[in-house]
């Protein structure tokens, strides 16, 4: 193994905090990764890695040595692809929400491969907040206003939401005709956040600002496409992003209601680590994915 694998291959193991994990990440063996780390110790004579035996943690100079790592092995990949034909190539981890994956995604997915041919997708879908380095999730596609997590963001688009109800739910409840009736027998469909358990409020904006509604919830979910099947049961009021009920408004399955407060809108942005950013793979995607997004708003 080379001096840039072997460095390669010490990032992940320090990213993942796990020998087992960043071997099968890399396509190793675990004994040969072993090997290699301990050549690398002896080579560069210091102890870079502390190992239990439930989890490895980088030493005060495994931290420094980590941190140059970065910084040489991101300078080569940046050399290198500068040279005209050079296409990025390795595998590619990406954690993408579902409707996120199948609206905008997905479709058009071969045409990057075809682009790409030496990058190898791994996707994972979920709603959860991820651990990007430590679970070794290259990027990660989410929707909504994001918390301040460290991880850099780039905005891709910003999606319309809408208010919205089966016929049968307005059959029984009424078509609501303004915020305050809302109050008056209405409920929700009620959509959990996976971190804390809590509702999401209904909210609207108004002359400017954005109002907040909790309403009963008889029933409620974590995941959208369940979310998405209960508000066409008639079960509540629900928001959505236009884009995942187009096909409902078309059919008439579901009903756009209150439409001179509509939700604010959510931006959709692709996160990845400080150290992420100039990779090629990580560099490719992105512009690729934005160009998508640039085009479903066309």
Not at 33 to 54: D, K, N, S, W
Not at 72 to 88: H, M, N, R, S
Not at 134 to 151: I, M
């Amino acid at each position: 193994m080379d001096r840039f694998d072997a460095m390669r291959l010490f990032i992940r193991v320090v990213e993942r905090r796990s020998f087992t994990q960043a071997a099968h990440d890399i396509g190793l063996p675990r004994s040969t990764a072993t090997q290699a780390i301990h050549q690398l110790e002896r080579r560069l004579g210091v102890r870079l890695l502390q190992r239990t035996t439930r989890v490895v943690r980088p030493t005060l100079d495994g931290e420094a040595y980590y941190r140059r790592c970065l910084a040489i092995l991101q300078d080569v990949d940046d050399a290198e692809g500068a040279f005209a034909g050079t296409k990025p190539k390795g595998t590619l981890r990406i954690e993408v929400q579902g409707t996120l994956a199948r609206h905008f995604l997905m479709p058009n997915l071969p045409a990057f491969l075809e682009q790409y041919p030496d990058i190898e997708i791994v996707m994972s879908e979920s709603d959860r907040w991820v651990d990007l380095v430590h679970e070794g999730v290259d990027c990660a596609l989410r929707w909504g206003e994001l918390a301040d997590s460290g991880l850099v963001a780039r905005r891709l688009t910003v999606l319309t939401r809408i208010t919205c109800a089966a016929p049968t739910y307005l059959k029984r409840f009424g078509h609501p005709k303004s915020l305050q009736s809302l109050g008056v027998g209405h409920q929700i469909v009620g959509l959990r956040l996976l971190t804390s358990g809590d509702l999401e409020p209904l909210t609207f904006t108004v002359d400017g600002r954005i109002e907040s509604m909790l309403l009963p919830a008889p029933f409620s979910a974590t995941g959208p496409e369940s979310y998405l099947l209960a508000t066409r049961l008639g079960l509540g009021l629900a928001q959505m992003p236009h884009f995942h009920i187009a096909e409902d408004l078309k059919r008439g399955s579901l009903v756009a209601v209150l439409t001179d407060n509509p939700p604010p809108s959510a931006p959709v942005s692709l996160m990845y680590a400080q150290n992420r950013q100039l990779s090629p793979r990580v560099r490719a995607f992105s512009d690729w994915l934005a160009q998508q997004f640039r085009r479903s708003e066309a």
